[in-house]
């Protein structure tokens, strides 16, 4: 049986040293888990656009000028999630809660603290300040079991090359 592939973007907010993680509530089967805000791309967007509006949706702020910084497939057993994954530190608005997770701003450092999906792990090291200014871009592999437990992670970084996303 061939898994179904869905595509997403996710949105890296950062401000002063902090990120915008969403935390999912009790009744949900991922309850204290934290990722990064996102979702489905819906049909006749562009994973920036939905970036946009998954971050709204979920966190109440209104991102702009988001940057892409990379590719990452994550492989669940019975599902595929393509995401495009942007950062940005420009936004306006304050944090509401939203329909399926409460949003945080997290302190860079209490990030290995906190309880992280295994997708969101590795991208640790790429959450600074900095990554905005570095011509670069990363494509990540990561399987996982449904309990969150990382089975396989590929890694590489390269050049930026220029795309609309």
Same mark, same amino acid.
């Given at each position: 049986?061939?898994?179904?592939?869905?595509?997403?973007?996710?949105?890296?907010?950062?401000?002063?040293? !902090?990120v915008?993680?969403?935390?999912?509530?009790? %009744?949900?089967?991922? @309850?204290?888990?934290?990722?990064i805000? %996102?979702? !489905?791309?819906?049909? %006749?967007? $562009?994973?920036? #656009? @939905?970036?946009?509006?998954?971050?709204?949706?979920?966190?109440?702020?209104?991102?702009?000028?988001? $940057?892409?910084?990379?590719?990452?497939?994550?492989?669940?057993?019975?599902?595929?999630?393509?995401?495009?994954?942007?950062?940005?530190? &420009?936004?306006?608005?304050?944090?509401?809660?939203?329909? &399926?997770?409460?949003?945080e701003?997290?302190?860079?450092?209490?990030?290995?603290?906190?309880?992280?999906?295994?997708?969101?792990?590795?991208?640790?090291?790429?959450?600074?300040? $900095?990554? #905005?200014?570095?011509?670069?871009?990363?494509?990540?592999?990561?399987?996982?079991?449904? #309990?969150?437990?990382? #089975?396989?992670?590929?890694? $590489? !970084?390269?050049?930026?090359?220029?795309?609309?996303?």
């Amino acid at each position: 049986m061939e898994k179904p592939i869905r595509k997403a973007s996710r949105c890296i907010v950062l401000k002063n040293n !902090k990120v915008v993680l969403a935390k999912y509530p009790e %009744g949900n089967a991922k @309850a204290g888990y934290y990722e990064i805000p %996102g979702g !489905k791309i819906e049909e %006749g967007e $562009t994973a920036k #656009q @939905a970036a946009i509006r998954e971050v709204k949706e979920e966190t109440g702020i209104a991102v702009k000028n988001l $940057t892409y910084i990379g590719n990452m497939i994550v492989e669940y057993p019975n599902r595929i999630y393509d995401f495009e994954v942007f950062v940005t530190n &420009e936004y306006e608005g304050g944090l509401k809660n939203g329909k &399926e997770n409460i949003p945080e701003w997290i302190s860079l450092n209490e990030m290995n603290e906190k309880k992280l999906l295994s997708n969101v792990i590795p991208l640790l090291p790429l959450i600074k300040p $900095t990554w #905005q200014k570095e011509n670069k871009e990363f494509s990540l592999y990561i399987k996982t079991s449904e #309990q969150e437990e990382l #089975q396989e992670l590929r890694f $590489t !970084k390269q050049e930026k090359k220029e795309e609309e996303h």
